[in-house]
């Protein structure tokens, strides 16, 4: 059986912090807030994972309290991933799209996809990370933050 999840996050930049996306650090750009370090990449694709599963989400699982301040996204992902496998799930595969005006995330998505799929245990043939623009539209388009959204899915082993 296989179950399919999906995912959304966003922050807002935050100049006192590194940007981190898909477990990558994004040099010459603000950070974005947040409890953890903030990587809406990796937290949308935890979220699709748990929502797949029927695990809860990203902000149950990982509460906001000093345990996991500043924590890794990728470490996070790692923690999804032993999750899913107590539960009897493996990942099949995931696709994300960060939603971003600024700055330019082409030179990034290969690291993303590695990254991502070390902390899942998976090849990185099964991880798509894109990127896109709301063509000045919204929060993101004015340049106020980032979002991304993912979806998994997640293939029963038991």
């Given at each position: 059986?296989?179950?399919?999840g999906i995912?959304?996050?966003?922050?807002?930049f935050d100049?006192a912090?590194?940007l981190?996306?898909g477990?990558v650090?994004?040099?010459?750009?603000a950070?974005l807030s947040?409890?953890?370090?903030?990587?809406?990449?990796?937290?949308?694709?935890?979220?699709?994972?748990?929502?797949?599963a029927?695990l809860?989400?990203i902000?149950?699982?990982?509460?906001?309290?000093e345990k996991?301040?500043?924590a890794?996204?990728l470490?996070?992902l790692?923690?999804?991933k032993?999750?899913?496998?107590e539960?009897g799930?493996?990942?099949?595969?995931?696709?994300s799209?960060?939603?971003?005006e600024?700055p330019?995330l082409a030179p990034?998505?290969?690291?993303?996809?590695?990254?991502?799929?070390?902390a899942l245990g998976?090849?990185?043939a099964?991880v798509?990370?894109?990127a896109?623009?709301t063509d000045?539209?919204?929060f993101?388009?004015?340049?106020?933050?980032?979002?991304?959204?993912a979806v998994?899915?997640i293939?029963?082993?038991?």
């Open positions: 059986m296989n179950r399919v995912g959304f996050d966003a922050h807002a100049d912090r590194p981190v996306l477990g650090t994004i040099p010459d750009h950070g947040g409890h953890s370090d903030a990587d809406v990449v990796s937290h949308a694709v935890g979220d699709a994972l748990l929502g797949a029927g809860g989400d902000g149950g699982m990982f509460p906001a309290d996991w301040a500043g890794s996204s470490d996070l790692g923690e999804i032993r999750a899913l496998s539960a799930w493996s990942v099949g595969n995931v696709d799209t960060i939603v971003a600024e330019r990034h998505v290969e690291p993303m996809r590695s990254g991502i799929a070390a998976v090849s990185p099964v798509s990370v894109k896109t623009t000045h539209l919204g993101t388009g004015r340049k106020e933050g980032i979002a991304a959204f998994a899915l293939e029963n082993v038991g």
